[in-house]
């Protein structure tokens, strides 16, 4: 059974630091993202990485967020730095298969086949 198994969030005060992970089960994916959605707003994207090193960004988030990940723990990250309070929502990673590096994108969540349950992210100011 394919798992995508999240964890790392929690509440934080502004200005500070978060490491999600997002642990993939029976399954092999070349392309993972995370995304987020915040109530009453849709979801965003925010970063993906394809084959374990192309990575992109959503250009609002480029420079504080950071995606990677660990193949012998098939285990992605995101280290979220100088948080806000607008960073507040539930935070999802996602997986697939993508044909190609352009099919690994955030602009779209078609390529992804499996979604994590969501870790909740809170910033208080």
């Known amino acids: 059974q394919v798992q995508l198994v999240e964890s790392g969030g929690g509440s934080v005060q502004a200005g500070g630091s978060l490491r999600l992970s997002c642990t993939e089960y029976?399954?092999?994916?070349?392309?993972m993202a995370w995304f987020r959605q915040a109530p009453g707003k849709e979801r965003e994207g925010i970063a993906r990485?394809?084959?374990?090193?192309?990575?992109t960004y959503a250009d609002s988030l480029k420079g504080r967020f950071t995606i990677s990940q660990d193949n012998a723990k098939n285990t992605v990250y995101l280290q979220m730095n100088s948080l806000k309070p607008e960073d507040t929502a539930m935070y999802y990673c996602?997986?697939?298969?993508?044909?190609?590096?352009?099919?690994?994108?955030?602009?779209?969540?078609?390529?992804?086949?499996?979604w994590g349950q969501g870790t909740q992210v809170t910033v208080s100011s």
């Open positions: 996602a997986a697939g298969r993508a044909p190609w590096w352009g099919a690994c994108t955030v602009v779209s969540n078609l390529t992804y086949n499996y």
């Open positions: 029976s399954y092999s994916s070349n392309c």
């Open positions: 990485i394809y084959r374990s090193s192309d990575t």
